[in-house]
């Protein structure tokens, strides 16, 4: 069965091309363009991957973060965060929290985010 | 504002503050116009003409050091919200040029529908800019973290000789394209060093772009060397490059800076990197050095601490 990824991110537009890309390579893409839906959709279709953005409307990453941390539904669900955001004490808080990687969008291709993707999904 | 909080607000060392150097300019006036009005007394016959003359000074005095540190705190304000709006303008240009480099790369994948090679060729063009301008916008990024103090780097051990040789293999594509052959000759026995291992990690790859980017059209040699001396590790970068002039070998490590036989060429550049190697190393404790000779070639060595 093809596996779940849940991507929460509010730019419709990388929500487009992330969808397509992963539909082609065999993933079921589940798409929230805020943390509120992402925690929601989380929650209820309990995906084996979460590609969290940190600057979401209605509830930011972190939170969204902890949120899932605290929840012992989806504790256990890795999540990989792409952002833009270069932020030393966000990465810290985000480590702490138990991220499996932390990818600036403008420094990774693709190929690469997906190559994450996979070497995750194998464990 | 207390003058300790002012300093914690602009980064800057305590002596520094505007509101202290106030404080520390009217304890002396005061001081010193007391030392007059003491002097003054022995020499004028009526005191209260000699208190008139100093109080009148102290005035004058206190009045101008505080609309000069006044001054001074516009100033230091300005700098701070310049440092505040380039980071806050990089953050905001990132979301649209990820979304193109995706994007384009959804393109050239071919996923989409195969392209005439000279479609592709145009393609190119615009996933190379589009790069450009991610880097652009993190060197900028960077900057603005070093100017207001809000870099902090991480403690982690690491091996310098294996960072480098993964870098090095990197960039073995970019070395052939530009006719340049990779030398690396390591010490034995390094040993790991303390520092930011993804920050001197983006010094070294600067300081290979450049020894390849700025290499002569004919095949030429870039040689690393990597050694331990005393309580120091060094690295040493040599090209066979077109080398940079003589008088404008001082500037070379300013913001913005490109040298003038490159900013003539078509060699793309920002003037950004060696200033920010040049934060980076020197806030690792260590020191960076630069020797070079137009139209033979330049040497880049920096040394860290091993403790």
Do not use: W
């Not at chain 1, 992402?38 to 509830?59: C, N, S, T, V």
């Not at chain 2, 996933?127 to 207001?148: A, F, P, Q, V």
């Not at chain 2, 960072?163 to 970019?174: Q, R």
Request: hydrophobic content about 40%; proline content about 3%.
């Amino acid at each position: 069965m093809a596996k779940k990824i849940l991507f929460i991110e509010d730019e419709s537009a990388l929500q487009k091309t992330f969808s397509d890309f992963l539909d082609k390579e065999g993933f079921q893409v589940i798409s929230a363009l805020d943390g509120e839906t992402g925690i929601k959709h989380a929650e209820r279709e309990l995906p084996d991957l979460i590609l969290l953005d940190l600057i979401l409307p209605k509830l930011e990453g972190i939170e969204v973060l902890q949120r899932l941390r605290e929840n012992p539904k989806t504790k256990d669900i890795p999540v990989i965060v792409l952002t833009n955001v270069d932020d030393f004490e966000k990465l810290e808080k985000a480590l702490e929290l138990g991220i499996k990687a932390y990818l600036i969008k403008t420094d990774f291709t693709l190929e690469e985010v997906l190559k994450k993707i996979k070497d995750e999904l194998k464990e | 504002m207390s003058p300790f909080q002012e300093c914690k607000k602009y980064q800057i060392p305590f002596y520094r503050c505007p509101s202290f150097i106030f404080l520390a300019l009217g304890t002396m006036i005061i001081f010193a116009v007391l030392t007059s009005y003491y002097v003054g007394n022995r020499i004028i016959d009526d005191p209260l003409v000699v208190a008139l003359i100093c109080i009148i000074l102290t005035v004058i005095l206190l009045i101008l050091s505080y609309f000069a540190t006044k001054t001074f705190e516009v100033l230091i304000e300005a700098n701070r919200l310049k440092s505040e709006f380039i980071s806050l303008a990089s953050h905001q240009l990132r979301a649209p040029i990820s979304n193109l480099k995706f994007a384009i790369e959804i393109l050239m994948s071919g996923k989409k529908g195969k392209f005439e090679p000279s479609q592709l060729e145009y393609l190119q063009i615009l996933k190379e800019n589009t790069i450009r301008l991610g880097e652009l916008t993190r060197d900028l990024l960077l900057i603005s973290k070093i100017e207001s103090g809000n870099l902090k780097l991480k403690e982690e051990k690491f091996d310098l000789c294996q960072l480098t040789e993964k870098i090095v293999k990197n960039f073995s594509p970019f070395a052939r394209a530009h006719n340049v052959d990779i030398k690396c000759s390591f010490q034995d026995n390094i040993p790991k060093i303390f520092g930011d291992q993804e920050q001197i990690k983006g010094v070294i790859e600067t300081l290979l772009d450049n020894a390849i980017k700025y290499s002569k059209k004919e095949k030429s040699l870039v040689e690393i060397k990597i050694g331990k001396k005393k309580k120091e590790i060094y690295f040493e970068i040599k090209d066979e490059g077109i080398g940079i002039p003589q008088s404008d070998q001082k500037r070379i490590f300013e913001k913005f800076f490109r040298a003038s036989n490159v900013s003539k060429s078509e060699i793309p550049g920002t003037g950004l990197g060696l200033f920010i190697a040049k934060s980076i190393i020197e806030r690792s404790g260590g020191k960076i050095y630069l020797n070079s000779e137009e139209g033979k070639g330049t040497t880049v060595s920096f040394t860290l601490p091993l403790s």
